[in-house]
């Protein structure tokens, strides 16, 4: 699948979860979620797109119950967790 179809389905995925995308100049992180609102850097390439797409909308499905995970002790532990699901998430959707 292409870079435009895996954003289309990470897009559509987000629909589903009734999750805002938008894209803003950040500056402090290339993505952040905040409930039921995902932002993503302005200005990224697709690929970079797509990575962050599917990290923030893995927290979502990981971490929605566990508060602002931003200021957590397990902060590192819910990090790596919802990156190795994004990477399986995009090995799926670039098949």
């Known amino acids: 699948m292409d870079n ?36 993503v850097r302005q200005g990224l390439d697709i690929k970079e797109t797509n990575y962050n797409l599917a990290l923030e909308l893995s927290h979502a499905y990981l971490h929605h119950d566990k508060g602002d995970i931003t200021r957590s002790k397990k902060r590192a532990k819910y990090d790596e967790q919802a990156n190795r699901a994004a990477k399986m998430v995009l090995d799926l959707l670039e098949e």
């Open 4 to 39: 435009g179809k895996t954003f289309e389905k990470l897009m559509h995925l987000a629909t589903r979860r009734n999750i805002t995308v938008m894209f803003l100049p950040l500056e402090a992180s290339d993505s952040i979620l905040h409930h039921d609102r995902l932002a």
